[in-house]
C-alpha cells in the first residue's frame, strides 16, 4: 500500500481531467471552439510518449553501465508503452484535424496528404518508426546478452538523433501546427490560465498511467523469463 | 581495407550509380528543379546504403578478431567513419555528374550545390556507417539497415533538400544557420559512434 500511493495519484488525476476537461469553461477560438478540450488528451499524449522515451534510454544507459539484463527488459517496455502513447496521440490528432484542419468540402481521408506533410507529424511518425525499429532489432536476436547490448546501443544512438530533430524541424519548417515558436503548450501566452488547471495534472496522471501500464508489463515479463529458466 | 582488398564490390558500386542514373533518364526526361533536386537525395540515400554497409556486412569474423587484436575499438570505428565518408564524398561527386549529364543542370549557384552534396553526403555516410556496424552485429542483412536508418535520417535529408532548393532558386539565400546545424549533427554522429562502438565490439 504505501508503494501504491502515485497509482491511485494517477487514478484521482484521470478522474479529474475526465470531469474537468468536459465540464470547466473553456476559452472558444475561432475555428478551435469546444474542440480545445481535446489538448487535456492529445498534447498529455506526445508529453507521455516524450517522457516514456527518455525513461527508457535511461534504462539502456543504465544497461550498458552494469550489464544488469533487468534494465535492458525495463527499456524495451517503457519504449513499447511509449508507442502505444504515440499512437493514441495520432488518434486524437486526427480526430482534431478533422474538425479544424480539414476542409470542409472534403473529407478527412482525402485532405490527408495535405495536411501531413506537418513538422510535428513528420517528427512523430518518425518517433514511431525508431521506436518500432527498436523492436524488429531488439527482437530479431536469440541470444539475451547480445540482443540487450544491442537494443542498447540502438536506443541511444537513435534517442540522440531524434530528439534534436523532433525539436529543430518544426521551427525551421512552415506549420499549421502550434507551437512553433519556443516550447508548445507551456507558454504562458499559448494557453488559458483555467485550462492550465486542469492541463498540468492531466499530464502527469497520464503519464503515470504510462507509467504503471509499464512497471506490470515488466513485472510479467520478468516472471515469464524466470518460468523460462527453469 | 575492405574496398582495396576485394575491388569487385567498388565498381559493383559505381555500376549502381550509373544503373540507377540511366534508368531515371529512361524513365522521365528533363526533370523540373523541385523533381530533380528530390530525385538526386533518394538516389543518394540509396547509394549510401549500398556503398556503406559493406563496410561491415562482409567483413569475415575472423578478420574483425584480427582487427581487435591490433587496434581499439575507437581507432577502429574512426578509420572506418574516415574511410567511409571518403568513399560517399567520391560516390556523391561521381552522381552529381552523371545526374547532370543526363537529367539536365537546373542549379544556379553551382559552387554552394557542391558544397551542399558533400555536406550531405558526408553525413549518410556518417550515420550508415553506425548502423551497417549495429546490423552487422545483429547478424541481419542490409534490410535492417534501411528500417533503422530512414527514420534517423530523415530530419537530415529533409534540411538537405531544403537547403538544396535554395540553391536553386537565383532569389533564396542559403541560410547558414542550417548547414553549421548539419555540420553539428554530423558531429554528434561522430561523437556517439565512438562512445557506443566499444560496447558493440566485444563478442
Known amino acids: 500500500m504505501h508503494k501504491s500511493w ?11 481531467t475526465v470531469i474537468g476537461g468536459f465540464l470547466f469553461e473553456v476559452p472558444r477560438l475561432l475555428a478551435l471552439e469546444e474542440t ?60 482534431w484535424m478533422s474538425y479544424t484542419w480539414a476542409d470542409p468540402n472534403n ?54 538523433m531524434l530528439f534534436p530533430s523532433i525539436w529543430i524541424l518544426p521551427r525551421v519548417m512552415d506549420s499549421l501546427h502550434p507551437g512553433r515558436e519556443g ?34 508489463k515488466i513485472r510479467l515479463t520478468i516472471i515469464r523469463e524466470k518460468k523460462m529458466m527453469q | ?46 547509394i549510401c546504403i549500398n556503398a556503406v554497409a559493406k563496410s561491415f556486412l562482409q567483413e569475415s569474423r575472423g578478420r574483425m578478431l584480427y582487427f581487435y587484436s591490433i587496434a581499439s575499438p575507437g581507432d577502429f570505428v574512426l578509420a572506418k567513419l574516415l574511410f567511409n565518408s571518403l568513399l560517399m564524398l567520391i560516390m556523391s561527386m561521381l552522381s552529381l555528374f552523371l545526374f547532370s549529364l543526363f537529367l539536365g543542370n537546373p542549379m544556379t549557384k553551382f559552387w554552394q550545390f557542391i558544397g551542399l552534396v558533400l555536406l550531405g553526403g558526408w553525413g ?48 533564396l539565400i542559403i541560410p547558414t544557420s542550417t548547414v553549421l546545424l548539419l555540420i553539428a549533427m554530423d558531429m554528434m554522429v561522430i561523437l556517439l559512434a565512438v562512445i557506443l562502438f566499444p560496447y558493440l565490439w566485444k563478442d
Open chain 2, 124 to 171: 549518410l555516410s556518417l550515420v550508415f556507417t553506425f548502423l551497417a556496424a549495429i546490423a552487422a552485429k545483429a547478424q541481419q542483412n542490409a534490410a535492417i539497415m534501411a528500417v533503422l536508418g530512414f527514420p534517423l535520417i530523415i530530419p537530415q535529408l529533409l534540411l538537405l533538400m531544403r537547403l538544396s532548393n535554395a540553391a536553386f532558386a537565383p532569389l
Open chain 1, 183 to 216: 516550447n508548445p503548450a507551456l507558454n504562458t501566452s499559448d494557453i488559458d490560465s483555467k485550462m492550465r488547471l486542469v492541463f498540468y495534472p492531466a499530464v502527469i496522471g497520464w503519464t503515470l498511467l504510462g507509467v504503471w501500464i509499464a512497471t506490470l
Open chain 1, 6 to 16: 502515485w497509482k491511485i495519484a494517477s487514478v484521482l488525476l484521470l478522474i479529474y
Open chain 1, 36 to 95: 480545445i478540450r481535446n489538448l487535456y488528451f492529445h498534447v498529455c499524449m506526445w508529453f507521455g510518449m516524450m517522457i516514456l522515451f527518455t525513461i527508457s534510454v535511461v534504462h539502456s544507459v543504465r544497461y550498458l553501465r552494469t550489464f544488469n539484463l533487468k534494465y535492458d527488459i525495463y527499456a524495451r517496455q517503457y519504449a513499447a508503452v511509449g508507442i502505444v502513447m504515440g499512437a493514441l496521440g495520432y488518434a486524437t490528432g486526427a480526430i
Open chain 1, 107 to 160: 473529407p478527412t481521408f482525402q485532405s490527408f496528404a495535405a495536411l501531413a506533410r506537418e513538422p510535428k507529424l513528420i517528427g512523430a511518425a518518425i518517433a514511431l518508426l525508431i521506436y518500432l525499429a527498436y523492436m524488429v532489432l531488439r527482437d530479431s536476436i536469440t541470444d539475451m546478452d547480445k540482443k540487450a547490448r544491442i537494443g542498447a546501443v540502438y536506443n541511444i544512438f537513435a534517442y540522440a
Open chain 2, 1 to 46: 581495407m575492405l574496398e582495396i582488398r576485394q575491388q569487385y564490390s567498388f565498381y559493383g558500386v559505381l555500376l549502381y550509380i550509373g544503373a540507377t542514373i540511366f534508368v531515371l533518364y529512361m524513365a522521365i526526361d528533363e526533370p523540373e528543379s523541385r523533381v530533380w533536386n528530390g530525385l538526386f537525395w533518394v538516389i543518394q540515400l540509396f
